[in-house]
């Protein structure tokens, strides 16, 4: 009994924050672990972001510049699979591990220690990943890093997959546990640790959001992992799964690929929806339009994900049933979307709107990934699709989903939480810089791309017919001047975190409204431990 | 065994969780290189070092060392009345999708076994709009379903139900039910019956791993039936090889809890760890009994 009696002591007397090297590698605070997640996934920016150069340096001009067209394929093949699973879904997690116990009055993660393990498998699992970058450009021998698309499509990765391949699944199945372990702890965190009053539609919607994203990525997350399981076994062990000699499929893997690939995708915007549905009320100090509705339409696009994974083959070769099947299934999910988009518009109608910074991403976010997803909407028809089929309209479809969707979604999510995570408000010149060097330069960047892809342009090449010459040239000028532009968003991060600025209140924007508001800024070590009474 | 906080508790640093992430690390690295060092197909990739199992070695033993230090921290907290009511429910909903994340990886395999058999086999053997792919590819292919030729002529025997895979299947139906009589023991603190109990289950599945033992001695010696034998021989023992990991792993756990009751670890309303091994065993036996019906018997 003494030594229960100590720990409790113990525990209370630790309430003050723990130092050094052992506060980050032994963490169990949420705070510090969002921390971690959130400079991981901006390392991983840049790492991706500095593949992007690579690609758009090469495609530049026509003819072939800088770079093997092997390696061409390597920087596409893992810019990809580093952006997707080391810069955007890391920032998300980063997010709600910081702002989901704030948002519902918890007092941490529910299981603290396996939120320490999601975050610290990542930085093992990349350092797998890159270090076959690294070979294949300094190694002996120059040996290949994974090269054929971050879809790893059979019997590219099966037959033709070289080495490196097989330690890009071993680094896909960390990367899966990681995800799968995050996603747990934040479904639990919002069952069980909300605060008394709290109820799940009191809930703000970035816990929704997140709530339902958790629950995708633990149903789709394991279906990657037996995907590259049967990889693995197709190249080592003489199983079939893809081979049509011995009764399998080489398109079974794309099925397989894409029953995760399409939820996977709602998994890099759901949250973002959340960040602006929180973003948008506060700065046209109006209630968010159609709550419940926004609620069901984040319900209704998770489920309707799982049946629309097939527009992604339609020229695969598939009977006319399945293909109408997917078509219809899939132009269905544009109307949970389109609800989400009159909602946000319908928020700031007759609202007194200020232009703030995390306003002005989420504006640009609401503009931008309309057009995204406009271009989805095209793409999302059987025979139209069979034009773009791998073209550049598909890369500027995506693209305008993830960059000016996503990650617009988490830069609006950092100017808008950076006063509450540091304490001091950020750099107000380089913040404007930052929006708009980003915002002239990603429609520089991924506009053209509709149209050389339109004439037919395909994606995943190192040159190109001479045509699309004038166009490329300016879309490497946006890739520049976007890669450019986020180092003015290092400076604005690095300059809060060292704390200079101006003191942030503890509500920095007055139209705000939310637990997270409640407590002090800098936000404290620990928040709600006895948790807030919520009306 | 003290009250029980109201608290909820958030644990100080813990060094385990880094720690256990350097042991999947090894465990990537080390399999990953001894895969590629032992398979003919490895061989073609120019990978000839011949260490690689010793770092998988390595990182197996790292990761249980780690894993038997984390949950003794846990247990021991939860022995010093600090996990709280709330606490438990939190275990127990993570374990929960965590057994949710299990299912949908079976999910991958059993959906490509459908995809094979409703769709790929009737296809490659000229059904629907594929007369030519059949025509043009293996045009003495014959479409079967379990397929004991594949289109390349490779011939194996099939699998059937009734014989070993159904006594193995009685043998998990009986586990379910002693481990059941065995939680109520539990619930009721009878320890003699749930120690009698819990001992036949842990029998139970040994046995039933034997038999899984020798089916694939069997499948391997006498029947052609081999990982390498067409998709059938594919599907086979990944769904049945992944099936008896999983078997193998509850088998662990609910020693590990067997030796957790000896110790007078559990009781009535405080016995997580317990369930969740429970939990985890009914969830093994559903999978076989799909199992048996689809891959076995049908
Ligand atoms: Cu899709």
Same mark, same amino acid.
């Not at chain 1, 069980?192 to 816990?207: C, E, S, W």
């Not at chain 1, 046209?284 to 209704?300: D, E, H, I, N, Q």
């Not at chain 1, 139209?384 to 990650?407: N, S």
């Given at each position: ?535 | ?35 590629? $060092? ?103 292919? $014959? ?77 391997? $010696? ?77």
């Amino acid at each position: 009994m003494t030594s229960v009696a100590a720990t409790h002591e113990d525990h209370h007397d630790h309430h003050h924050a723990p130092t050094g090297w052992r506060r980050w590698l032994y963490s169990t605070n949420h705070k510090d672990i969002g921390t971690l997640y959130l400079w991981f996934s901006f390392a991983m920016f840049l790492v991706g972001g500095l593949m992007a150069m690579v690609i758009r340096v090469e495609l530049m001009y026509p003819g072939m510049q800088v770079v093997a067209p092997d390696f061409f394929n390597q920087m596409t093949t893992v810019h990809g699979l580093v952006m997707i699973f080391g810069g955007v879904m890391p920032a998300f997690v980063g997010l709600a591990n910081w702002m989901v116990p704030l948002m519902i009055g918890a007092p941490d993660m529910a299981l603290p220690r396996m939120n320490n393990w999601s975050f610290w498998i990542l930085p093992f699992a990349f350092a797998i990943l890159l270090f076959s970058v690294l070979m294949s450009a300094f190694g002996p021998g120059n040996p290949p890093a994974p090269n054929f698309g971050w879809t790893f499509y059979a019997p590219l990765s099966t037959e033709y997959g070289p080495a490196s391949t097989d330690f890009f699944v071993l680094s896909v199945h960390m990367m899966g546990i990681s995800s799968i372990m995050g996603a747990i702890n934040v479904i639990v965190t919002v069952f069980n640790l909300r605060a008394p009053g709290m109820t799940l539609m009191k809930m703000p919607l970035f816990v929704w959001t997140w709530l339902i994203t958790a629950f995708l990525l633990i149903a789709v997350m394991p279906v990657l992992a037996g995907a590259v399981t049967m990889v693995l076994t197709d190249r080592h062990f003489g199983t079939a799964f893809f081979d049509a000699a011995g009764g399998g499929d080489p398109v079974l893997f794309q099925h397989i690929f894409w029953f995760f690939g399409h939820p996977e995708v709602y998994i890099m915007i759901l949250p973002s929806f959340g960040i602006i549905s929180s973003i948008v009320p506060t700065f046209a100090r109006k209630p968010l339009f159609g709550y419940s509705s926004m609620v069901y339409a984040t319900a209704s696009i998770a489920l309707l994900s799982f049946l629309v994974w097939a527009h992604h083959m339609f020229t695969v070769g598939m009977p006319l049933a399945g293909m109408l099947f997917f078509m219809y299934m899939t132009v269905l999910i544009s109307v949970p979307t389109g609800v989400k988009v009159f909602n946000w518009i319908a928020t700031m109608w007759r609202g007194a709107i200020t232009f703030e910074l995390p306003m002005k991403w989420a504006l640009a976010f609401i503009i931008l990934f309309t057009i995204g997803g406009l271009s989805g909407l095209m793409l999302a028809m059987t025979p139209l699709d069979f034009q773009y089929h791998d073209t550049y309209f598909v890369v500027a479809h995506f693209h305008y989903v993830l960059v000016p969707g996503a990650i617009f979604g988490i830069f609006a999510a950092v100017y808008y939480w950076l006063p509450k995570w540091s304490g001091v408000m950020y750099d107000k010149f380089w913040g404007e810089v930052h929006f708009w060097s980003s915002l002239v330069f990603v429609n520089l960047l991924f506009f053209p791309m509709h149209f050389v892809g339109l004439a037919g342009m395909p994606r995943r090449y190192a040159d190109y017919a001479l045509q699309f010459s004038d166009y490329n040239w300016w879309i490497s000028i946006g890739g520049f001047g976007f890669g450019l532009s986020q180092l003015a968003l290092l400076y604005v991060v690095l300059k809060c975190a060292s704390k200079k600025g101006e003191a942030a209140p503890d509500k920095p924007w007055d139209g705000a409204e939310g637990l997270e508001w409640t407590v002090p800024s800098p936000a404290p070590f620990h928040t709600f431990e006895k948790p807030p009474l919520v009306k | 065994m003290s009250e029980r906080t109201e608290e909820y508790y958030v644990p100080e640093g813990s060094p385990w969780p880094l720690v256990a992430s350097v042991g999947l690390f090894l465990i990537a690295v080390g399999g990953t290189n001894f895969i590629q $060092q032992s398979t003919a197909f490895g061989e073609t990739l120019g990978n000839e070092g011949n260490w690689g199992h010793w770092v998988l070695a390595a990182g197996a033993v790292w990761m249980i060392v780690t894993l038997f230090y984390w949950w003794r921290d846990t247990i021991r907290e939860s022995l010093g009345g600090l996990h709280s009511d709330q606490m438990d429910i939190s275990y127990r909903q993570g374990m929960l999708w965590f057994i949710f994340s299990e299912v949908m990886f079976f999910a991958a395999f059993f959906g490509a076994l459908f995809y094979v058999r409703w769709l790929v086999v009737p296809w490659l053997g000229g059904a629907g709009s594929n007369a030519m792919t059949h025509e043009l590819l293996w045009p003495s292919f $014959q479409a079967m379903w379990p397929l004991t030729e594949t289109p390349s002529g490779e011939t194996t025997q099939a699998m059937g139900a009734w014989g070993l895979p159904a006594l193995n299947t009685a043998i998990l139906l009986v586990s379910s039910i002693t481990l059941t009589i065995a939680h109520h023991a539990l619930l009721e603190n009878d320890r003699k019956r749930l120690i009698i109990f819990q001992g036949i289950t842990i029998l139970l599945g040994l046995v039933f791993l034997f038999f899984q033992i020798e089916e694939y001695i069997h499948a391997y $010696q006498d029947m052609g039936l081999t990982l390498d034998a067409g998709i059938y021989g594919s599907l086979f023992f990944m769904l049945t090889g992944f099936h008896g990991l999983h078997v193998t792993l509850g088998t662990v756990m609910l020693i590990v809890m067997f030796l957790r009751v000896l110790k007078g670890h559990f009781s009535p309303d405080n016995n997580f760890g317990w369930e969740a091994a429970a939990w985890y065993w009914h969830f093994v036996d559903v999978v076989w009994l799909f199992l048996f019906v689809v891959v076995y018997w049908l």
